[in-house]
């Protein structure tokens, strides 16, 4: 029996230093939770400054269905040893964390634990000191930037050769041949011309050019002693709508024919606007319908109601999914860049053509780029690749 | 001096904001500018909505044709906007129903005509009249009859229309939209020249 309690007792001693390393206490005198590792805090990159990284793995215990582990803590201070002030309390999964509140070229320093059920939390593991500073260039932008100043550089030689006077070929475009035979159509029925400068704000580029354009139609109507309508589906557009127009109308010496109220608002809402539109189309009976801007669904019931009340119709836009439908329904379709190049195809002048064929030249650069690319690819060359993503 | 100051403006913001997108510093710059467009959509929106009015109550006055549809256009808008501002507009409000019930409803009608608008146009482009629209008439067929179960099932299986659907999709048709997209990229690029070295106006209304 003394045999069996003395092993017993050796038993116990010898398994008491494990059972002190696995369980063991808070301050408070709580079980303390194994605490998350690999702690890093680091500059944000690419940022304007004013924000730090944190990042940590789980804690061994986090572990999804089965945790004890309810979240994690973050705490900051300007100082190692002390200071420490709580920032942020996140939940169990948890890997990484941004904070913003924070001044540039300042040391912080990090801590951060885990909790649990019933207060109890880990050891903290620290990182630090860490500064914040602001990025002044985008390294993963450079590609864009040097293709951006290889492209401005085309277009600006190839205006100054038009300054000069050279003169310049333009390839022709169906679409914009038509504008005149569209506008010139309107005026002899005695109907007017609709005008859609697509369904978005001022801010979209693709808004922009039918703007530009809508300048240049209006311009000829003015002159045909046509009528334009032009529902616009954005305020800022309408107001902007209507002083192009009325410059038009002003530049072709006819500001008396020039009515404030063709050129109106409907309405923000996407179908709303194309039922009202649908509407004008069908009591108007419009002899020339343009859509040129950023389309989306409602290009095709556009579309299809212009055909049904037998207008002419002539599109542009540079939405590839909305393309498709304006080539089934119109009679004309501007595609992509013909678009951005039609006021400056209408308006004939020098320095305007000169920066189309700056804008074909780099067409011509890309063209190669993607040729090149292709046969060093196919041979097994990365350059192009690397090219592209840095 | 009228013409140059719109112009001065549009310069420095144009190149202002081209420098910040290759500049994370200088990233505020953008978040201003947004701030910025929205104060001016906000007044441009006051001038919207006396459009829509005025528009609508000449209409009613001089009996223009279908005048009857501006009435409950203005009804519309003015009980809107009333119950909106007087009750708000967040879940469980009277303007959050009528939106849901009414709003949502009649957009989505509309939205459904698109299925019809869809028949009839693809029944005129798909006529075989020129080698283009006979080509685009075969590809057409395979790829919708490729993304149908039909194309696997008995002998249609043997002709892996699926497989040559996935193929149109994956090459021909890829091929074409990258294609439009980066010559929208490069006329993005030249009319933005255009409009900040002041050579585009007319979006200004100068000639």
Redesign the interface.
């Given at each position: 029996m003394n045999r069996y309690r003395a092993l017993f007792l050796l038993a116990l001693l010898a398994s008491t230093p494990y059972v002190f390393a696995q369980v063991e206490t808070s301050p408070e005198g709580g079980e303390l939770l194994a605490p998350p590792s690999n702690f890093i805090a680091e500059d944000t990159p690419?940022?304007?400054?004013n924000s730090i990284s944190l990042s940590w793995n789980l804690s061994p215990e986090d572990i999804i269905g089965k945790t004890d582990i309810e979240g994690y803590i973050i705490e900051r201070s300007t100082e190692k040893e002390t200071g420490y002030q709580k920032i942020a309390e996140l939940p169990a999964g948890t890997t990484s964390y941004t904070d913003t509140e924070i001044e540039n070229k300042k040391n912080y320093y990090y801590k951060v634990y885990s909790i649990g059920k019933g207060g109890i939390h880990s050891e903290p593991i620290y990182a630090g000191p860490v500064i914040a500073s602001?990025?002044?260039?985008?390294p993963e932008?450079t590609n864009?930037?040097v293709a951006?100043i290889l492209?401005?550089l085309f277009?600006?030689y190839f205006?100054f050769r038009a300054r000069k006077g050279e003169k310049l070929y333009i390839r022709p475009i169906a679409g914009l041949e038509a504008v005149q035979e569209a506008i010139g159509r309107a005026t002899e029925m005695g109907k007017p011309v609709l005008y859609i400068p697509g369904i978005m704000?001022m801010?979209d580029?693709q808004t922009?050019?039918g703007?530009?354009?809508?300048?240049?139609v209006a311009?000829m109507v003015a002159e045909y002693d046509a009528e334009i309508l032009v529902p616009?589906c954005?305020?800022?557009v309408?107001?902007?709508a209507r002083?192009?127009v009325?410059?038009?109308y002003?530049?072709a010496g006819r500001p008396d024919a020039f009515k404030t109220?063709n050129i109106?608002?409907?309405?923000d809402?996407?179908?709303?606007y194309?039922?009202a539109v649908d509407?004008i189309m069908l009591?108007e009976k419009p002899a020339a319908n343009f859509y040129l801007g950023t389309f989306y669904?409602e290009s095709?019931?556009l579309?299809?109601t212009g055909h049904s009340v037998g207008a002419i119709q002539i599109a542009g836009t540079?939405m590839?999914s909305q393309?498709?439908?304006f080539?089934?329904?119109c009679d004309y379709t501007l595609?992509?860049?013909?678009?951005?190049?039609a006021?400056?195809y209408l308006?004939g002048?020098p320095?305007?053509l000169g920066?189309?064929i700056?804008?074909d030249m780099?067409?011509v650069i890309?063209l190669a780029f993607i040729i090149v690319g292709s046969v060093l690819e196919t041979f097994g060359v990365d350059v192009s690749s690397l090219f592209l993503t840095k | 001096m009228k013409q140059r100051l719109p112009l001065l403006i549009t310069l420095i913001v144009g190149l202002t904001l081209?420098v910040q997108?290759?500049?994370?510093?200088?990233?505020?710059i953008q978040e201003r500018f947004t701030n910025w467009?929205l104060v001016?959509?906000v007044f441009?929106?006051?001038?919207?909505?006396l459009?829509?009015v005025?528009?609508n109550i000449?209409k009613i006055k001089r009996r223009s044709?279908?005048w009857g549809?501006s009435i409950p256009l203005l009804i519309a808008l003015f009980t809107m906007a009333i119950i909106g501002i007087g009750w708000g507009i967040g879940e469980g409000t009277i303007f959050n129903w009528l939106f849901m019930n009414l709003?949502v409803p009649?957009?989505?009608t509309?939205?459904s005509?698109?299925a019809f608008?869809?028949a009839?146009?693809?029944y005129?482009?798909f006529r075989a009249r020129n080698l283009e629209a006979a080509m685009l008439l075969i590809a057409a067929t395979i790829v919708m009859l490729g993304r149908v179960p039909i194309s696997s099932a008995g002998f249609l299986s043997y002709l892996k229309l699926d497989a040559i659907a996935n193929w149109i999709m994956t090459y021909p048709n890829t091929v074409?939209?990258r294609a439009?997209?980066?010559?929208?990229a490069?006329?993005?690029?030249?009319?933005?020249?255009?409009?900040i070295?002041g050579?585009?106006r007319?979006?200004?209304?100068?000639?």
């Open positions: 690419l940022d304007n400054g602001t990025q002044w260039f985008n932008r864009m930037l951006s492209l401005s277009v600006l205006i704000d801010d580029i922009i050019a703007i530009t354009i809508l300048g240049k311009r616009c954005r305020s800022l309408m107001t902007i002083e192009t009325k410059e038009a002003l530049d109220d109106r608002y409907l309405t809402d996407q179908f709303g194309v039922a509407g009591r669904a095709l019931i579309a299809e540079a590839p393309l498709p439908f080539v089934a329904a595609i992509g860049e013909e678009l951005f190049a006021s400056a308006s002048e320095l305007m920066s189309l700056g804008q780099g067409k890309i | 081209i997108f290759f500049s994370p510093g200088l990233s505020f467009f001016v959509i441009a929106f006051l001038l919207g909505f459009s829509l005025k528009v000449t044709e279908d549809y709003m009649m957009s989505a509309m939205f005509l698109l608008f869809v009839s146009a693809a005129r482009a074409g939209q439009i997209m980066i010559g929208a490069l006329g993005v690029v030249a009319t933005s020249l255009r409009i070295l050579i585009e007319a979006y200004m209304g100068e000639e």
